[in-house]
């Protein structure tokens, strides 16, 4: 049982817009920022989002992160089938002195 | 660029030990914390070590406390995982990851990984 709860599956088509929702508690989502990862089979995962809403250079305007309270969120826009991954976020808990992560949301592009 | 190249993973019998290694570049190793990150088969990421920059902090989840110990040799560019008491359940592609933090003495922390090596597999079986 992960710390971060977030949905197992998600789906689109190219072109919409999906959401991906990550709830936490108090020790950790909501005084601590979040961040999300992109993780393709076979490969390293990718920091998508950090601090919340920041984007590394490279990653495109069409992922963007929001938090309000103890759940934030990641949205991917002008879905792309090369979006087809596994999306986890993550961040410090005070209580557990440690990181923590989502279950991970399997994105399928239609 | 900065590569992470992990090593060390292999097959070992419950209670068994094993010592994964982490080789870094690219970047100023020394003024960067590190991590360790793994994902059994079929499962989510699960963070599994941290070292502060000079080493002399560590944290552990709870998972490993007792049995892994994370060490770093700034000298020669590397990062360390030692595991003991290996269970069958300690089965993962391991992850080595770069750090990114701030904030320690604000009301709000942000702690990140951004760059990730390829992964090294354990395997604990008998």
């Known amino acids: 049982q992960s710390v971060l709860t977030q949905p197992s599956s998600a789906s689109g088509t190219p072109g919409q817009r999906v959401t991906i929702s990550c709830s936490g508690s108090?020790?950790?989502?909501?005084?601590?920022?979040v961040n999300w990862y992109q993780h393709l089979p076979g490969a390293a995962p990718k920091l998508l989002i950090f601090?919340?809403?920041m984007r590394p250079s490279g990653v495109p305007d069409r992922f963007s992160g929001s938090k309000s309270g103890t759940s934030a969120s990641l949205a991917i826009s002008g879905l792309l089938s090369e979006d087809e991954a596994d999306y986890y976020c993550?961040?410090?808990?005070?209580?557990?002195?440690?990181?923590?992560f989502g279950g991970g949301t399997k994105l399928t592009v239609l | 660029e900065v590569q992470l190249l992990e090593s060390g993973g292999g097959l070992v019998q419950p209670g068994g030990s094993l010592r994964l290694s982490c080789a870094a570049s690219?970047?100023?190793?020394?003024?960067?914390?590190m991590s360790w990150v793994r994902q059994a088969p079929g499962k989510g990421l699960e963070w599994v070590s941290g070292?502060?920059?000079?080493?002399?902090?560590?944290y552990y989840a709870d998972s490993v406390k007792d049995r892994f110990t994370i060490s770093r040799d700034n000298s020669k560019k590397m990062l360390y995982l030692q595991m003991n008491s290996l269970r069958v359940e300690d089965t993962a592609l391991y992850y080595c990851?770069?750090?990114?933090?701030?904030?320690?003495?604000?009301?709000?922390?942000?702690?990140?990984?951004?760059?990730w090596g390829q992964g090294t597999l354990v395997t604990v079986s008998s």
């Open positions: 990851a770069k750090v990114i933090w701030f904030g320690e003495l604000t009301a709000t922390f942000t702690y990140f990984f951004d760059h």
């Open positions: 690219g970047f100023t190793y020394n003024i960067n914390a």
């Open positions: 070292i502060s920059e000079s080493g002399d902090a560590t």
């Open positions: 108090n020790s950790n989502v909501r005084i601590n920022t």
């Open positions: 601090s919340n809403d």
């Open positions: 993550s961040t410090w808990d005070d209580s557990l002195n440690g990181v923590v």
